[in-house]
C-alpha cells in the first residue's frame, strides 16, 4: 500500500484547492462590489448644501446644508494615506453625524466643504 493511499493526501489537496478557490471567489466578490461602489458615487460641494449618491440597485442621496454643519473630520489609516483615501464624517447641528466611507482624495472632498462654509482652511 502506498504512502499516499494510507494518509489519503489526494482527498487533502483538494480541499485545499476548493478553499483557495472559494477564498479567492470571496475576495473578487469583495472587490468588485467596492468597486462599483467607488465608482457609481457622487460626491458634490455647491455654494449651499453637500449632495452625496451611493449605490447602484438601491439609491441613497444624502444633502446636508453647508450652513448646518459644525464639523468635517477626516479619518485615514496609513494605508489609506497611501492610496489617497478615507472615510469622511460630517457633524451638522443638533450632533447630526453622517458617515461616508472610503472617498478618493478626502482632504480635497474637506477643503471643498470648508471653502465654501467659510472655516479655516
Known amino acids: 500500500m ?3 493511499k494510507k494518509l489519503n493526501l489526494g482527498d487533502f489537496s483538494d480541499y485545499i484547492l476548493y478553499l483557495g ?3 479567492a ?7 468588485l462590489k467596492e468597486y462599483i461602489h467607488h465608482h457609481t458615487s457622487e460626491f458634490v460641494v455647491t455654494n449651499q448644501r453637500v449632495f452625496v449618491q451611493e ?3 438601491r439609491r441613497k442621496t444624502t444633502s446636508m446644508m453647508l450652513t ?3 464639523a468635517v473630520e477626516v479619518d485615514q489609516t496609513l ?4 492610496l ?3 472615510h469622511i464624517e460630517i457633524t451638522g447641528s ?5 458617515k461616508f466611507t472610503y472617498i478618493h482624495k478626502p482632504e480635497k472632498f474637506r477643503k471643498a466643504i470648508q471653502k465654501n462654509i467659510n472655516f479655516d482652511v
Open 21 to 23: 478557490l472559494i477564498t
Open 94 to 98: 443638533g450632533g447630526a453625524a453622517t
Open 79 to 82: 494605508t489609506a494615506r497611501l
Open 68 to 70: 448646518q454643519i459644525e
Open 55 to 57: 449605490g447602484v440597485f
Open 84 to 86: 489617497d483615501f478615507g
Open 2 to 4: 502506498t504512502l499516499q
Open 25 to 31: 471567489g470571496i475576495g473578487l466578490i469583495s472587490f
